[in-house]
């Protein structure tokens, strides 16, 4: 029972903190998948000045650690560019996630473009509509669809990623839990911890399922 009550005295500490994890996850998001259409957009492009800097960008980000480049955005750019001192944490960490998780986007949202028939492009074309109208009419409403499925384990990823972010002291909910284990001396903080992100996962996990199942092509 003392055990039990201790964990309960740590819940407003641990929920306050929890908020900040949300809050960075859906602003993350949001913001990636706005940059992700125009990198998928550009990688798909023609034209190799579009697409070889928009296939650069998504190497880049998939390809080096997001705690690396969390740091380099929080503690290197600052010593290169003193003028981009990020002094606030929640905005480089909001940087850092919105740069590595459009890369990921953008490569789900290029696939789910070009698994699109290309029939139906060469119909369109042939109709005299112009590219814009095309993937505005026929492309991108159908493309969605399949974009779903992968977008929303993306979000729940993402998640459980911004436990990164205690690394440059975001109280998040890693960094609050972290801070009440060394403060209180007790390892059982961990516990509810663990419980408040399995339970907003499988909300989250929940919600998506729903939303899968009504809009997705996969059923």
């Known amino acids: 029972m003392d055990t039990l009550k201790r964990m309960l005295e740590w819940m407003p500490e641990l929920l306050k903190a929890t908020q900040i994890t949300l809050l960075l996850s859906i602003l993350s998001v949001l913001t990636a998948l706005v940059l992700a259409v125009f990198l998928a957009l550009g990688k798909i492009s023609k034209r190799s000045i579009i697409n070889k ?38 905005i480089a960490a909001w940087i850092a996630f919105s740069l590595n998780i459009a890369a990921y986007l953008a490569e789900i949202i290029r696939a789910a473009i070009q698994s699109i028939d290309k ?14 109208q095309t993937m505005k009419l026929i492309v991108i409403p159908q493309a969605y669809r399949r974009m779903i499925p992968p977008i929303c384990n993306e979000f729940v990823m993402v998640l459980k990623d ?19 284990a060394s403060n209180k001396a007790s390892a059982l903080v961990y516990i509810p911890a663990m419980f408040i992100y399995l339970v907003i996962t499988a909300v989250f996990t929940f919600i998506f399922g729903k939303l899968e199942k009504k809009l997705s092509i996969y059923e």
């Open 53 to 90: 800097p928009c296939g650069a960008y998504i190497f880049f980000f998939r390809g080096t650690p997001l705690l690396m480049q969390l740091f380099f955005i929080y503690y290197t750019l600052p010593q290169i560019f003193p003028a981009m001192n990020i002094k606030n944490r929640f």
């Open 119 to 132: 029939g139906q492009l060469e119909a369109a074309k042939a109709l005299g509509m112009s590219y814009t």
């Open 162 to 180: 911004t436990s990164l972010v205690s690394i440059i002291a975001l109280t998040d909910l890693t960094y609050q839990t972290k801070m009440i």
